[in-house]
């Protein structure tokens, strides 16, 4: 037997998370200028959301309805916000100590 090609499959809301942050990053400017704090938001958003793994991204789509899209989305957006203002605190702490 051939050992399975594991390298296809990924968790869907890795692509469209850092679309969102790139997306957001300008309303965001301090944290904006640093790419390691917008990798810093990314991770902080994709903890926040369950994983959902596919192999192509029809497949996705294909079984989801209509509605779960719209609440998939919207968890995106509701976890890069949130992410967004939780590295904004956490940067404002450490300037200030």
Known sequence: M?????????????????AAV?????????????HDLLCDVACVALNRLPPRYIRHAVDFSFYLTEQERLQI????????AYAFNFVGARMAMRNKG
């Open 22 to 34: 790139m997306d957001a990053a300008p309303d965001y400017p301090d944290i904006a200028i640093s």
């Open 2 to 18: 051939a050992n399975p090609d594991f390298t296809q499959l990924y968790n869907h809301h890795e692509r469209e998370v850092f």
């Open 73 to 80: 989305d919207q968890g995106i957006v509701d976890a890069v």
